[in-house]
Nanobody
Framework: QVQLVESGGGSVQTGGSLRLSCAAS????????MAWFRQAPGKGREGVAIIDGEGATLYADSVKGRFTISREAAKNTLYLQMNSLKPEDTAMYYCAASSLRVCTMVYALFPYWGQGTQVTVSS
């Protein structure tokens, strides 16, 4: 089992920045595929960014150039640096983990999820 706990959400104005953290515990290691998803009210869960065990990353087009996903193996922690935030970035943000070798932005492939952290961007 893998436990994930997100933190760092909050309320900011347009153009502001936030850094989300996701602390992993249990049977997880740096080889896991890790991801950030988000879900806005009334919408489906959307992949934001993923990072595989070798550090390769992939971003949704909507956040490319503004968000950066990273991981710190020593702390078993995943991060999402979010810059130039827009009102459309408002959502609950979830951290997810998978031991599968295939690392893609498909939420059904991730068995482990955190409880989420709210990000609200006001105009």
């Amino acid at each position: 089992q893998v436990q994930l706990v997100e933190s760092g959400g909050g309320s900011v104005q347009t153009g502001g920045s936030l850094r989300l953290s996701c602390a992993a515990s249990g049977h997880s290691d740096s080889s896991y595929c890790m991801a950030w998803f988000r879900q806005a009210p009334g919408k489906g869960r959307e992949g934001v960014a993923i990072i595989d065990g070798e550090g390769a990353t992939l971003y949704a087009d909507s956040v490319k150039g503004r968000f950066t996903i990273s991981r710190e193996a020593a702390k078993n922690t995943l991060y999402l640096q979010m810059n130039s935030l827009k009102p459309e970035d408002t959502a609950m943000y979830y951290c997810a983990a998978s031991s599968l070798r295939v690392c893609t932005m498909v939420y059904a492939l991730f068995p482990y999820w955190g409880q989420g952290t709210q990000v609200t961007v006001s105009s």
